[in-house]
């Protein structure tokens, strides 16, 4: 079992920029492939970004030039630093642990409010 704790929400006005992060229990935290996953009322939950290393990631279209996502796997924690910040970002994030090879995470956090309003 993997615990996930995500943290770093808030109220941000657009243009703003928010970090949130997220911590997995587990002495294999390096294999995982963390992804953060936002979701709004109504719609699915979407794919934002994933990292397993610096050089295998990806973003989705709408947040690319804007959102970095990186890990530190001494920390057991992954990273989403979110600049320019703009209202159709608002959702819910949640950060998901995913096995190599799987389609979709095995875990999940219990997701952090992100609003983005002036």
């Known amino acids: 079992q993997v615990q996930v704790v995500e943290s770093g929400g808030g109220l941000v006005q657009p243009g703003g920029s928010l970090r949130l992060s997220c911590v997995a229990s587990?002495?294999?935290?390096?294999?995982?492939?963390m992804g953060w996953y936002r979701q709004v009322p109504g719609k699915q939950r979407e794919l934002v970004a994933s990292?397993?290393?610096?050089?295998?990631?990806t973003y989705a279209d709408s947040v690319k030039g804007r959102f970095t996502i990186s890990r530190d796997n001494a920390k057991n924690t992954a990273y989403l630093q979110m600049n320019n910040l703009k209202p159709e970002d608002t959702a819910v994030y949640y950060c998901?642990?995913?096995?190599?090879?799987?389609?979709?995470?095995?875990?999940w956090g219990q997701g952090t409010q992100v609003t983005v309003s002036s």
């Open positions: 587990g002495n294999r935290f390096s294999m995982y492939v």
């Open positions: 998901g642990v995913k096995f190599q090879g799987s389609a979709e995470p095995s875990y």
């Open positions: 990292i397993l290393h610096r050089t295998a990631l």
